[in-house]
Structure formats: structure tokens, C-alpha cells
């Protein structure tokens, strides 16, 4: 098949649709670690701000088209 122009082998299309298959799981694990793990305030804010809390919460908020 053709996408943007260039051709996705069967290798790539295979491992996007098992990524989009497990994509429901790893948000869950993503939500389970930066919000069990770490922990948040009263307001949902994680307990720790730094580059790598902001962008799992950037990709949970993608995810959820919370943006």
C-alpha cells in the first residue's frame, strides 16, 4: 500500500497494526506509571514536574484528545 507517498511494506504494516492493537494496553500501563507510581495532587497534577512527566502527560492528553 501507498501512504504519504511511498510504499509500507507488509513487515511495516503488520508491526503498525500490532502497535494500534496494543495501544489501549500501553496507555493504561503509561497512565498507571506516571499517575500510581509518582502520584498526583489534589488538582491531577503529577507529584513530580519535570521533562519526562510532561511529556507522558502530553501523550496521555493526545491520546485522549484532551489537548
Not at 494500534?20 to 503529577?46: D, S, V
Not at 507529584?47 to 501523550?59: E, G, H, L, M, V
Request: proline share 3%; glycine share 6%; aromatic share 2%.
Amino acid at each position: 500500500s501507498t501512504r504519504s507517498g511511498r510504499d509500507v511494506s507488509a513487515f511495516e504494516a503488520i508491526a503498525n497494526a500490532r502497535l494500534i492493537a496494543a495501544a489501549p494496553e500501553l496507555l493504561e500501563a503509561l497512565k498507571a506509571m506516571l499517575y500510581g507510581l509518582i502520584g498526583t495532587n489534589a488538582k491531577g497534577i503529577p507529584n513530580q514536574d519535570n521533562a519526562i512527566t510532561r511529556k507522558a502527560a502530553a501523550a496521555i492528553a493526545a491520546a485522549e484528545a484532551k489537548q
